[in-house]
């Protein structure tokens, strides 16, 4: 997410991390010493396909040998980290990763019941690419867990996400990506803003997030076999776009921030709320960390109403369809955003067991909120008539 046609010192790419494991960080760090020179290299052939995999698998690929050489380099380092089991002093680089990585990792340290984990990888007030140019801010995150404490699975470790940023760089529009999703479209960026800031539209300050479909690769073209999921993730978002309640589908999504903190009558425009705190301050240092740890902690969501009217909503395994649902119901917009270049690209389940345990997750969800107080037939109808009586049709979509 790093590869954006939109200013480098603007952005910031937080990674979460729910497994807590010293080889996620440690592929990043990698990743992150990469970026310095494949982003320039992006920059400069106007390359638009900027997933660094994809890139080297097809035909351009093979004209740039210097450049594959060092992803192939940076892919063997991690792969002998993963072959190992564990990071070696051999595989780091500089005496810093070697100190962040046994800062946390100690010998009670397990990916249930470990404390906050958070590095600041690259700084874009103080780190640059090779030729110079300023490069994103990039966060690892891996929230505190503690046994017998609920943690809500991805809609808590998005509200970890939301509030560590907010206390780091505080941006006004977040976008939400899965792992195994890649950047297909470096305008994407540009596509969402021209909808949450347009000028000329009067529902644009009403619009809560901009939802990209979910496309895959590898998929035939007639797709017989629906692994797309057309119904779900393009052809039910084109009509409820018009009613500008396009349901939210876990990934490709830019988001207000605002929205996520209640209605658009309740909630003023987004301001710095911590920027008596963190004026003059970097993001690694000692009080921004501090108070980044803190928002992280198993702890803080108690007696606030986080999951429950602020952040990504509790209640559903299907915490993507809940909580755009709720923010419909708010009174907020939505919009779907399909250019003809796919946006986003993931990979399509490989195996049956995966698709039945996608499937399931989705029907036992969508099930909770059908039987909840939130049914879309009696809450949804209150605020949008028309969009609560075409919710069925997204149900019924998730039943194979």
Not at 332 to 343: H, N, Y
Request: with cysteine; net charge negative; proline share 6%.
């Amino acid at each position: 997410m790093m590869v954006f046609d939109y200013p480098m010192e603007k952005m910031s790419v937080y990674v979460s991390d729910d497994g807590g494991s010293e080889l996620t960080l440690f592929a990043f760090m990698e990743a992150a010493r990469f970026a310095r020179h494949w982003l320039p290299f992006c920059r400069e052939n106007k390359i638009q396909e900027r997933c660094p995999e994809a890139y080297f698998g097809s035909l351009d690929g093979e004209q740039s040998k210097e450049m594959k050489d060092l992803y192939e380099e940076m892919k063997g380092k991690i792969e002998r980290a993963v072959m190992q089991g564990c990071v070696t002093d051999d595989l780091l680089d500089g005496e810093d990763a070697r100190i962040a990585l046994e800062k946390y990792w100690t010998a009670g340290f397990t990916r249930r019941d470990h404390p906050a984990v958070i590095e600041v990888l690259l700084e874009s007030s103080v780190d640059v690419d090779i030729t110079g140019h300023p490069l994103p801010n990039l966060v690892y995150i891996s929230r505190e867990k503690k046994r017998g404490v609920d943690h809500h699975f991805k809609a808590g470790a998005l509200n970890v996400l939301m509030r560590a940023s907010a206390t780091m760089t505080n941006a006004p529009v977040l976008l939400t990506l899965d792992c195994d999703m890649i950047c297909n479209d470096p305008q994407a960026l540009q596509r969402a803003l021209c909808h949450l800031l347009d000028p000329n539209e009067e529902a644009s300050p009403k619009i809560a997030f901009v939802q990209f479909p979910q496309r895959f690769r590898g998929v035939d073209k007639h797709d017989i076999y629906d692994n797309e999921f057309s119904s779900i993730f393009r052809i039910n978002p084109i009509g409820l776009d018009g009613l500008g309640c396009t349901n939210h589908v876990g990934t490709g999504c830019f988001f207000r921030w605002r929205a996520l903190h209640g209605p658009p009558s309740s909630v003023p425009m987004h301001t710095n709320s911590n920027c008596s705190e963190r004026c003059g301050k970097m993001i690694n240092s000692e009080a921004i960390l501090r108070m980044a740890h803190d928002v992280a902690s198993c702890d803080y969501e108690h007696g606030t109403k986080w999951g429950l009217e602020i952040g990504f909503w509790y209640g559903s395994l299907v915490e993507d369809f809940y909580t755009g649902y709720q923010l419909n119901c708010e009174g907020w917009k939505s919009v779907f955003c399909d250019p003809d270049e796919p946006a986003f690209l993931g990979d399509v389940p490989s195996r049956l067991n995966d698709v039945l345990s996608q499937h399931k997750r989705w029907m036992i969800g969508l099930l909770e909120v059908a039987f909840s107080k939130h049914n879309p037939l009696i809450y949804f109808i209150k605020t949008n008539p028309i969009a609560g009586f075409t919710t069925p049709s997204f149900l019924s979509g998730a039943f194979p």
